[in-house]
T-cell receptor, first 111, second 111 residues
Framework: GQQLNQSPQSMFIQEGEDVSMNCTSS?????WLWYKQDPGEGPVLLIA?????ELTSNGRLTAQFGITRKDSFLNISASIPSDVGIYFC???????????FGKGTRLSVIA | DVKVTQSSRYLVKRTGEKVFLECVQD?????MFWYRQDPGLGLRLIYF???????EKGDIPEGYSVSREKKERFSLILESASTNQTSMYLC??????????FGDGTRLSIL
């Protein structure tokens, strides 16, 4: 099945640094989602984006729905140790179609 | 808050056994999904359902079946478990137009 191109695959950063990751697709999506997964747990929804160009924040997290509808970005400002985990992007063509996922970005934060 | 409950966090079964993984959601969601997650392969869709008694194959349905007799419950069945089905299994539910929410996952080991 289709998958999104998510980068980077992994990141090692110092506590307090800002983080950026992105997802690109060859297809157009009408919804972009960002999830975070802690070890041994299920993914938890962070941000949902429904409109091209939309910029949405959730605390220190900010995500954008690309103008072309083929990409999305997630930024984390002033990282802290509990930001450690795997971040997944997902795209959806319409409400009744399955999600297409990226392979995830594994974030490690060095205190 | 959306609550998606998977019946077991950890499960160990033997090759050839018939295995049932249960998922229940309490939000009257129409759509439910089963994924498996393996290192390096990301999340892969096994089956999904848009309504009671309705099912659709995902990307990797071979060796699996599903049952949705009631709206709140979506069961994944391994007809004859094999070692290559050792994996993390994730259930998700979605109420249109809301995004998907995941359960905590079942880590299944087939010996």
């Amino acid at each position: 099945g289709q998958q999104l191109n998510q980068s980077p695959q992994s990141m090692f950063i110092q506590e307090g640094e800002d983080v950026s990751m992105n997802c690109t697709s060859s297809s157009i999506f009408n919804t972009w989602l960002w999830y975070k997964q802690d070890p041994g747990e299920g993914p938890v929804l962070l941000i949902a984006l429904y409109k091209a160009g939309e910029l949405t924040s959730n605390g220190r997290l900010t995500a954008q729905f690309g103008i072309t509808r083929k990409d999305s970005f997630l930024n984390i400002s002033a990282s802290i140790p509990s930001d450690v985990g795997i971040y997944f992007c997902a795209g959806q063509e319409s409400g009744n179609t399955p999600l297409v996922f990226g392979k995830g970005t594994r974030l490690s934060v060095i205190a | 808050d959306v609550k998606v409950t998977q019946s077991s966090r950890y499960l160990v079964k033997r090759t050839g056994e018939k295995v049932f993984l249960e998922c229940v959601q309490d939000m009257d969601h129409e759509n439910m999904f089963w994924y498996r997650q393996d290192p390096g392969l990301g999340l892969r869709l096994i089956y999904f359902s848009y309504d009671v008694k309705m099912k659709e194959k995902g990307d990797i349905p071979e060796g699996y079946s599903v049952s949705r007799e009631k709206k709140e419950r979506f069961s994944l069945i391994l007809e004859s478990a094999s070692t290559n089905q050792t994996s993390m299994y994730l259930c998700a539910s979605q109420g249109i137009p809301q995004p998907q929410h995941f359960g905590d996952g079942t880590r299944l080991s087939i010996l």
